[in-house]
T-cell receptor, first 112, second 114 residues
C-alpha cells in the first residue's frame, strides 16, 4: 500500500528558512498536501500541489515536487516562533476524493 | 455551522464498553471523512461518506467499528467492545463535493480506553 515518510524533527533558528521533506511510494498520487497541527488544534491545510506541477509558491511557503524521485518538500522562509508545530505531508489517489495518506509528521521547533 | 464540530472533545471509557463519537460537518458539505490519529502518528483514514452512503470503508480496522450518516449531514462513529488499543484522537473532516476540494478538519475526539 501507499507509504509516506517524513523525518520526525527539525530545529531552526528564528529568521532562517526551514525545509521539511517527504517521500511517498505511489506514483499515481494526484494531489499532495501539507498540513499544520498545533497543540490542541485541528489540522490546518497550508498548501497543496497537483502532481503535474513542479513548484508552487504561496507567500512564505514554497512547495517543490520531484515526481521522478517521489519527493516533496516544504520550505518556510523567515521562520517565526509561530511556525512551531507538527507538519504533515499527505497524498491522495486518483479516486477523486480526499482519502488522504499521511506521514507521521515533522515536529518543527523554532528557537531564538 | 462555521466549522466541523465533534463531540465529545474527550471521552474516557472502560475496556469492553460501547462508545459513539459524533461529527457535525460544515453545512452543505456532502463529503465526510473519519480518521484516527494515534499518539505520535499521522491521521489514518477510516471511512468516507458521500451523502448518506459509505463510499469507502476500507480503513475500518475490524467489525467493532461502524459509522453511519443517515440524513447526509451528522455522522456517528460507533465502536463496540472497546479495547485499550482503540485509544486515539478520532478526527472528522468534510468537504464540499465529490472531488479533492479542501477537506476541513474538526478538533477531534480524544478517546481513552482504560
Amino acid at each position: 500500500g501507499e507509504d509516506v515518510e517524513q523525518s520526525l524533527f527539525l530545529s531552526v533558528r528564528e529568521g532562517d528558512s526551514s525545509v521539511i521533506n517527504c517521500t511517498y511510494t505511489d506514483s499515481s498520487s494526484t494531489y499532495l498536501y501539507w498540513y499544520k497541527q498545533e497543540p490542541g488544534a485541528g489540522l490546518q491545510l497550508l498548501t497543496y500541489i497537483f502532481s503535474n506541477m513542479d513548484m508552487k509558491q504561496d507567500q512564505r511557503l514554497t512547495v517543490l515536487l520531484n515526481k521522478k524521485d517521489k519527493h516533496l518538500s516544504l520550505r518556510i522562509a523567515d521562520t517565526q516562533t509561530g511556525d512551531s508545530a507538527i507538519y504533515f505531508c499527505a497524498v491522495t489517489f486518483s479516486g477523486g476524493y480526499n482519502k488522504l495518506i499521511f506521514g507521521a509528521g515533522t515536529r518543527l521547533a523554532v528557537h531564538p | 455551522g462555521a466549522g466541523v464540530s465533534q463531540t465529545p472533545s474527550n471521552k474516557v471509557t472502560e475496556k469492553g464498553k460501547y462508545v459513539e463519537l459524533r461529527c457535525d460537518p460544515i453545512s452543505g458539505h456532502t463529503a465526510l471523512y473519519w480518521y484516527r490519529q494515534s499518539l505520535g502518528q499521522g491521521p489514518e483514514f477510516l471511512i468516507y461518506f458521500q451523502g448518506t452512503g459509505a463510499a469507502d470503508d476500507s480503513g475500518l480496522p475490524n467489525d467493532r467499528f461502524f459509522a453511519v450518516r443517515p440524513e447526509g449531514s451528522v455522522s456517528t462513529l460507533k465502536i463496540q467492545r472497546t479495547e485499550r488499543g482503540d485509544s486515539a484522537v478520532y478526527l472528522c473532516a468534510s468537504s464540499s463535493g465529490t472531488g479533492v476540494e479542501e477537506a476541513f478538519f474538526g478538533q477531534g475526539t480524544r478517546l481513552t480506553v482504560v
